[in-house]
């Protein structure tokens, strides 16, 4: 079955940066483009970055452009979302997501929760 | 950027009931507009997709339909465990964004 799996998340200070993983596994990760949604408590999803299946096109909110960074290893099975220069309002649960063509969102993780604070 | 409005922003009715959802796009989307489930504490779940397409194994009493800027979620007949918010997502042009989702309660 097809699993989706965070991790990296984690209190962080302000200024400072993380790399946020999504291991997958039960689909052929290297056919799929993949997202990166996150979820500021209490609030709705907030859509967060795009990858194409090989990595070629990549897609940012505006609200992360220049700051975060989203990656695959397709060797591994790996997505990533490195994340930068933080701020209090980056605080989330971040969900990877495989995406149901094009540009849906069919498969997600459980999260991974990113805390800024001081 | 497409704003989604969703309305109400909560609706409280009773197993058996009919639900609509409503969700309204800022321009026109066409049908590119899904729906998503999310239970306390756990991720969204897809139910439709291009307005009115069910995503796999999703329940026949959940349905979809419009196109343009005006778009309706409609659960036939309430069940307990419809119990959760709905947030439709549109992804006619970047960035895509959800609205501010309904939350149905089962009195």
């Known amino acids: 079955q097809v699993q989706l799996v965070e991790s990296g998340g984690g209190v962080v200070q302000p200024g400072r940066a993380l790399r946020l993983s999504c291991a997958v596994s039960g689909f052929t990760f290297s056919g799929y483009a993949m997202h990166w949604v996150r979820q500021a408590p209490g609030k709705g999803p907030e859509w967060v970055a795009f990858i194409s299946y090989d990595g070629s096109s990549k897609s940012y909110a505006d609200s992360v452009k220049g700051r975060f960074t989203i990656s695959r290893d397709n060797s591994k099975n790996i997505l990533y979302l490195q994340v930068n220069s933080l701020r209090g309002e980056d605080t989330a649960v971040y969900f990877c997501?495989?995406?149901?063509?094009?540009?849906?969102?069919?498969?997600w993780g459980q999260g991974t929760l990113v805390a800024v604070s001081s | 950027e497409i704003v989604l409005t969703q309305s109400p922003a909560t609706l409280s009715l009773s197993p058996g009931e009919r639900a609509t959802l409503s969700c309204r796009a800022s321009?026109?989307?066409?049908?590119?507009l899904a729906w998503y489930q999310q239970k306390v504490g756990q991720a969204p779940r897809l139910l439709i997709y291009d307005a009115s397409n069910r995503a796999t194994g999703i329940p026949a009493r959940f349905s979809g339909s419009g196109a343009g800027t005006d778009f309706t979620l409609t659960i036939s007949s309430l069940e307990p465990e419809d119990s959760a918010v709905y947030y439709c997502?549109?992804?006619?042009?970047?960035?895509?964004?959800f609205g501010g989702g309904t939350k149905v309660e089962i009195k």
């Open positions: 321009q026109n989307i066409f049908n590119y």
């Open positions: 997502q549109h992804r006619a042009v970047w960035p895509l964004t």
């Open positions: 997501a495989k995406e149901l063509s094009p540009h849906y969102f069919d498969f």
